[in-house]
């Protein structure tokens, strides 16, 4: 079974562990217009993202990421689909999404911080100030 592996915003680089898992997969990266519309990252964001995604991904596409995708593995002949674990609430909306469709490995990240339950992370400078001391 050919397994093809997504690459996103929070994991999107030649050391993501789906890709690692994965190595000889194909990789895809979508830059999600629907997003990009509500979020209105500044120009900066959207390059560093692209630049990310040159190295990393085979293939770029733009449109919605579930229906990108799926699309995707279609002309790829790709059966299965790997994708590193995040965070996000967006990222589990689509990944819900996605396994109505397609099946979907989902490989644990390997995260640089535990971050304590209960503990929002929403903005940075407030978590920093209360836990970055312990790694400085």
């Keep these: 079974m050919k397994t ?3 690459l996103h915003g929070d994991s ?3 050391r993501d562990p789906a890709l690692q898992k994965y190595p000889t997969a194909p990789t895809v990266f979508v830059f ?14 959207i390059f ?3 630049e990310c995604a040159v190295e990393a991904a085979e293939e770029m ?3 919605e990421t579930v229906e990108e995708i ?7 002949g790709v059966e299965r689909l790997a ?5 996000s609430p967006r990222w589990r909306e689509g990944l819900v ?3 109505e469709k397609v099946e979907v490995e989902v490989v644990p990240a390997e995260w640089m911080v535990v971050v304590p339950n209960g503990y929002s992370v929403k903005r940075f400078t407030p978590f920093w100030k209360d836990l970055g001391r312990e790694w400085v």
Excluded: C, H, I, N
């Excluded at 999600?32 to 964001?45: C, H, M, N, T």
């Excluded at 799926?70 to 790829?76: I, L, S």
């Excluded at 994708?83 to 965070?87: A, D, K, L, R």
């Design 97 to 99: 999404r996605l396994r």
């Design 48 to 50: 560093f993202l692209y």
């Design 83 to 87: 994708v590193t674990e995040s965070p």
């Design 12 to 14: 999107l680089s030649k």
């Design 61 to 63: 596409r733009v449109g």
């Design 70 to 76: 799926v699309e995707w593995m279609k002309a790829q």
């Design 4 to 6: 093809g592996v997504w």
């Design 32 to 45: 999600d217009r629907p997003f990009l519309e509500q979020a209105r990252l500044s120009f900066k964001r």
